[in-house]
C-alpha cells in the first residue's frame, strides 16, 4: 500500500501533463498560438453544462416512471446507448458551433488537432484535479472514525469506498492516466471528423461524428459493467488506435494562402491645353 502514496499523485500528474504536454507539442511543431486549444477547452466545460442536467434529467424521468424502463436483460445495453448518445450529441454538437462561430478560421488540419486537444485536454485536466483531490481525501480520511463524519445510511458504503482505494495495486492506480491518453487521441479525431463538415461542406461529417463518439462511449459502459476494467480499457485502446488512423487519414493539404501584392498607385498627369484667344471668343465669355 505504501506505494499507492507514490502512484497515485503520480498517475493526476501524467494526466495533467499529457494534456498540456499536447498542447505544446502541437501549437510548437505547427507553429499555432494557444488560442484554439483554450477555445476547445471552454467548449466542453459547456457542452457539460448542459450535458450533465440533461442525464440527470432523464435519469429522474427514468426514476418515476415517466418513461419506461427496458427488461433487465436489455439495461446495461440500454443505459450504455443512451449515455453514449447524450454525449456524442452534446459535444459534438458543440464543437461544430465553434467551428461554426466562434472559431471560424480553424479550417485546416493541424488547427482541428489543436482544438481537438483542447477540448479533450480541458477534460484531462479536470480528471487530473479530481484524482488528485480524492488522493488527498482519502489521506484526509485514514484513521478517521467516519460514524463522526458519515451519516449512518452510508457509512458501510464510505467504509468500502477507502478499503477498495487503498487496496488497489499500483498498476491500477495509473490506469486513469492510461485511459486519458486514449481519450485525448480519440477527442482529437472527433474534432477532426467534425471539421470536414466545413472542408468539404457536407453535414453528415457532424453526425458520422456523432455515432462515432456515441460508439466509444457506449462500448466503454458496456464493457466495464459486465467485463471490468482491463478488458475495457483493452477496447478503448483498440479505439484509439482506430481514432489515430482517422486523424491521419483525413489529413488535407494545409490551404495555401496567397499574399496581395500592392500595385503602385499610378500617378496622374495633366497635359495643359493651349486655347488660342481671339476677340470673338472674349466677347462671348464676356457676359458669362
Known amino acids: 500500500m505504501a506505494i499507492l502514496y507514490l502512484t497515485y499523485p503520480l498517475s493526476a500528474v501524467a494526466i495533467v501533463t499529457l494534456a498540456l504536454g499536447l498542447g505544446v507539442w502541437i501549437t510548437r511543431k505547427f507553429q499555432l498560438d494557444w488560442r484554439l486549444y483554450w477555445i476547445g477547452g471552454a467548449i466542453f466545460i459547456l457542452s457539460q453544462v448542459f450535458h450533465i442536467p440533461f442525464n440527470v434529467g432523464l435519469t429522474i424521468l427514468f426514476r418515476r416512471g415517466i418513461l419506461s424502463v427496458p427488461p433487465t436483460a436489455w439495461l446495461t445495453l440500454f443505459n450504455a446507448v443512451i449515455l453514449g448518445l447524450s454525449a456524442g450529441l452534446f459535444e459534438e454538437f458543440a464543437r461544430y458551433v465553434v467551428f461554426r462561430w466562434w472559431a471560424k478560421d480553424a479550417r485546416s488540419w493541424r488547427k482541428g488537432l489543436l482544438l481537438g486537444a483542447g477540448h479533450g485536454g480541458m477534460e484531462a485536466l479536470i480528471i487530473g484535479l479530481l484524482v488528485l ?64 463538415a466545413f472542408t468539404r461542406r457536407q453535414i453528415r461529417w457532424l453526425w458520422l461524428a456523432v455515432l462515432w463518439h456515441a460508439c466509444l462511449d457506449a462500448s466503454a459502459v458496456y464493457s466495464v459493467s459486465l467485463w471490468g476494467i482491463y478488458i475495457t480499457e483493452g477496447i478503448v485502446g483498440i479505439c484509439a488506435l482506430v481514432s489515430l488512423a482517422i486523424i491521419f487519414l483525413l489529413r488535407q493539404p494545409e490551404p495555401v494562402e496567397i499574399p496581395i501584392e500592392k500595385l503602385p498607385i499610378p500617378k496622374l498627369t495633366i497635359t495643359p491645353v493651349e486655347v488660342e484667344e481671339t476677340a470673338e471668343k472674349l466677347d462671348n465669355t464676356r457676359y458669362n
Open 133 to 196: 483531490y480524492t488522493f488527498i481525501r482519502m489521506i484526509a480520511l485514514r484513521g478517521v472514525d467516519l460514524s463522526t463524519i458519515v451519516l449512518p445510511n452510508q457509512l458501510i458504503t464510505a467504509q468500502e469506498q477507502i478499503t477498495a482505494y487503498w487496496s488497489a495495486t499500483w498498476y491500477q492506480s495509473l490506469l486513469p492516466a492510461v485511459e486519458r491518453l486514449f481519450t485525448l487521441v480519440c477527442q482529437v479525431s472527433l474534432a477532426v471528423i467534425v471539421l470536414q
